[in-house]
């Protein structure tokens, strides 16, 4: 009897568990959440994919350069102050994944576009800590400042950059690059495993800019 009472108290404590944190979800799984939502512009849903602690950033572009925007959350219009600013902010606003499902993931770590051209369609999910492109943007931007804002980096600059670097490279040692390619072009965003759950942690832009 003892036994069985134990039994029904860890069921139930199991199932508060899960009511109050939530199933863990699969990398399949995250991939249809973070399409649907950024789809359907419901930036609570959105945001729900969203790691409190890490928040998300963009990479984007500034002339030849990639530059990089953080936010904890975002809103797909400019009613907040969650906006990442222009021409990003409009582009989020009209962008749109393509709609393929999670049963069109493989894993491989080869991208399969070259800039506009798409050699296969699907979605391509890399190993984890496979690609760096943020902390390398970082990298470069810290070892070229100078040329670039065209003036010398300060030592409290430098510790900035080198703590950012650190802080990136680690999200990206546990991440994987997501790719999604269909005929209306390419997606890229990062998925970084924290606490065992699976969280959008960066999206791509830059990789996929061929104006630069």
Known sequence: MRILRRVIILVISCFIHIAVYGQHRT???????????????DSLAFNAV?????????????GANNRWTHTSKISFNYNTDCS???????????DQIPNLSSKNVTYSN????ECETIYKKGIFVANKGKYHTLSESITFYRKYYSDVIGK????????ELNH????????????????????????I???????????????DFASTDCSV
Request: net charge positive; glycine share 4%.
């Open 27 to 41: 990398v399949e799984q995250i991939v249809d959440q973070v399409i649907h939502s950024y789809n359907s512009k």
């Open 189 to 203: 965003f990062y998925v970084t495993e924290i606490g065992g759950q699976w969280w959008l942690t960066m999206i």
């Open 110 to 113: 080869r991208p399969f576009f």
């Open 152 to 159: 010398k980096i300060t030592s409290d600059k430098a510790k």
């Open 84 to 94: 990442i600013n222009d021409p990003y902010q409009d582009f989020l606003a009209q």
């Open 50 to 62: 969203l790691n409190k602690e890490v928040g998300l950033y963009f990479i984007t572009t500034l």
């Open 164 to 187: 950012l670097y650190r802080k990136v490279k680690y999200i990206e040692d546990q991440s994987r690059r997501i790719i999604i390619n269909c005929d209306t072009g390419t997606f």
